[in-house]
């Protein structure tokens, strides 16, 4: 048994028992992604395994290293990335991007070759689509039509092409990330159409299946009830009203079709700072797996960082660009 054994008994039987097929559907959610990855985790040390994965921003990330990396090993190794900080990049630019963001010279606040670093840390810069098992779908905005387009791990005649391109292009959340570009055409993140991936998952299993288990991580921000004080709780309502969508209407049209679904959700309102202290994201994911084995209605609960908290993620922001600066613009770790 290893430091991320999960030993609660109320999760639900049925988890060992879910009908075939057995899709999971990460969603978008930034930092809540930490959240999302030890829901997984719980999930499957209780016996779930997907048969494929609907990813979207973060949950593209999530469900890439996921479909590399199966099985409860690879969940587990993906929650201590999540607390190694492996993914701390995406939120962390440097004083000369700040600067050169602020004069408009770039069109992000984070540049490319920090999405290159997140990618190297989690091992994800050489992987291919071939890689995948089970199998993945992720989306992403196309912004030539401006509708959703998915890639299919399944149906791909070039599995053998790199996976990282398409993650990217599902978490290019503009104005923090660049845009991505696959074959001259430049994608957004995907969260800003369909945050779920609940539409493609139907097509897909229509009209074969009659009857599949859709299981959503939703990690997507959530203020419902909260009243906004701050820039941050700001931030974390807008993004929540972009990132929802149609939830509710595509679960609805789910099961009117025969499927099931359930909706675990782990967001929460804590703006970046959960990047840089990831350990309670993870523990707020283990206890949203509980609290929906257990029947209970799923709260999240995120404490509102202190000004000290709030202060200790800037300086781990603004103390790699320093270092950055006297190093002569490398990137230091």
């Known amino acids: 048994m290893g430091a991320y054994d999960y030993t609660h008994d109320t999760v639900r039987e049925a988890i060992e028992q879910l009908p075939h097929p057995r899709v999971l559907l990460l969603s978008g959610g930034g930092a809540n992604g930490a959240a999302q990855a030890a829901a997984v985790l719980a999930l499957m040390e209780h016996g779930y ?12 990330w999530n469900g890439a290293y996921l479909a590399t990396h199966p099985g409860v090993q690879g969940a587990r190794r993906l929650v201590q990335l999540w607390e190694k900080g492996a993914f701390t990049p995406m939120a962390k630019p440097s004083l000369k991007q700040l600067a050169a963001y602020v004069r408009k010279r770039t069109p992000s606040l984070i540049g490319a070759q920090d999405i290159t670093e997140v990618a190297r840390r989690v091992g994800l810069s050489d992987v291919q689509w071939k890689d995948c098992a089970p199998a993945l779908i992720i989306g992403a905005v196309n912004l030539s039509t401006g509708s959703m ?7 791909r005649s070039d599995a053998q092409e790199q996976l990282l391109p398409y993650v990217s292009a599902s978490s290019a959340l503009a104005p923090l990330q660049p845009l991505a570009t696959i074959n001259g055409v430049q994608y957004a993140d995907g969260g800003f159409r369909d945050n779920y991936g609940i539409q493609e998952a139907l097509r897909i299993l229509a009209p074969r299946v ?32 972009i990132f929802r969508g149609n939830l509710h209407e ?24 959960q990047f840089f202290d990831p350990v309670e994201g993870v523990a707020v994911g283990r206890g949203a797996v509980e609290q929906w084995g257990s029947g209970r209605t799923v709260t999240p609960e995120w404490k509102t960082p202190t000004v000290r908290e709030r202060l200790r ?9 320093v270092r950055r600066i006297g190093s002569g613009g490398k990137s230091v770790a």
């Open 313 to 321: 993620a800037v300086s781990q922001m603004l103390v790699p660009a």
């Open 210 to 241: 009659a009857h599949a288990s859709l299981l959503i991580v939703d990690a997507a921000p959530s203020v419902s009830g909260q009243t906004v004080v701050t820039p941050q709780q700001g931030i974390a309502l807008a993004t929540g009203l």
């Open 49 to 60: 395994e997907p048969d494929a994965i609907v990813g979207t921003s973060i949950g593209a």
């Open 149 to 155: 387009e998915y890639w299919n791990s399944m149906d």
């Open 250 to 273: 595509d679960v609805a049209a789910a099961k009117r079709r025969g499927h099931t679904v359930e909706v675990i959700p782990v967001g929460g309102n804590h703006g970046v700072t």
